[in-house]
């Protein structure tokens, strides 16, 4: 469906899945490139974090690392989801710099601002699918104009599993990937970050979040 894009514009080219037909037929779902990156953002112990009310940091940490990426990238050529506690981004080749960047400076504003560690790792398409691993992606048009990621494959695990891992992490760590002065050579753009954060009334005294693994 896309053999006439180049990597680059890979996901901007992507024909969209119109809302009503849904996000999780996978019929709609494409290989991601090779030359292209998984890219991993978690916050590091994130439950203990929640439990200690600190849900709300975790949540704009995640968001700030999107919102960072974005500036940096823009929106068109790149996929994401946005996870809560960390986010998860498919990334041509040549704009895996660029993204890290923004996130080495979401890093430090996690550890300066809020306390908290901020794991950010990249994982080459090429290396998941070296392992048997596969990663698709959709893209659903929700409104006119404004997109939303889905994506399936084990190997969207698999890199969360490799960045999570002490070893193989460290490999994956964006300050071993590039080097930490050229990171930090381009100082991460918050604009546009903001919170709407607004509770929810129970109507019977108990509010439950459900989270469904498809298998």
Not at 59 to 85: H, K, P, Q, W
Not at 95 to 121: H, I, K, N, S
Not at 180 to 186: E, F, G, V, W, Y
Request: aromatic share 6%.
């Amino acid at each position: 469906m896309c053999a006439a894009s180049t990597t680059r514009s890979f996901y901007k080219d992507l024909p969209p899945v119109p809302a009503g037909e849904g996000l999780c037929d996978i019929s709609h779902h494409v290989s991601v490139p090779k030359d292209w990156c998984i890219v991993i953002v978690d916050i590091v112990g994130s439950t203990k974090a929640i439990e200690a009310g600190k849900y709300k940091d975790v949540n704009m940490i995640a968001a700030s690392s999107i919102t960072a990426v974005l500036n940096a990238v823009g929106r068109e050529d790149i996929a994401y989801i946005f996870g809560g506690d960390g986010a998860t981004l498919l990334v041509p080749a040549e704009l895996a710099f660029d993204v890290a960047c923004a996130l080495y400076g979401t890093r430090e504003l996690a550890r300066d601002g809020f306390q908290l560690e901020m794991r950010a790792g990249i994982v080459w398409i090429e290396e998941l699918e070296k392992e048997g691993a596969a990663v698709r992606v959709a893209k659903t048009e929700i409104a006119a104009g404004v997109y939303q990621a889905a994506l399936s494959g084990d190997g969207v695990t698999l890199a969360e599993k490799i960045v999570k891992d002490i070893e193989r992490g460290r490999q994956h760590d964006i300050a071993t990937l590039f080097s930490p002065r050229a990171l930090a050579s381009k100082p991460a753009d918050f604009k546009g970050l903001e919170c709407r954060w607004q509770p929810l009334n129970s109507r019977n005294g108990l509010d439950i979040s459900l989270i469904v693994l498809a298998r």
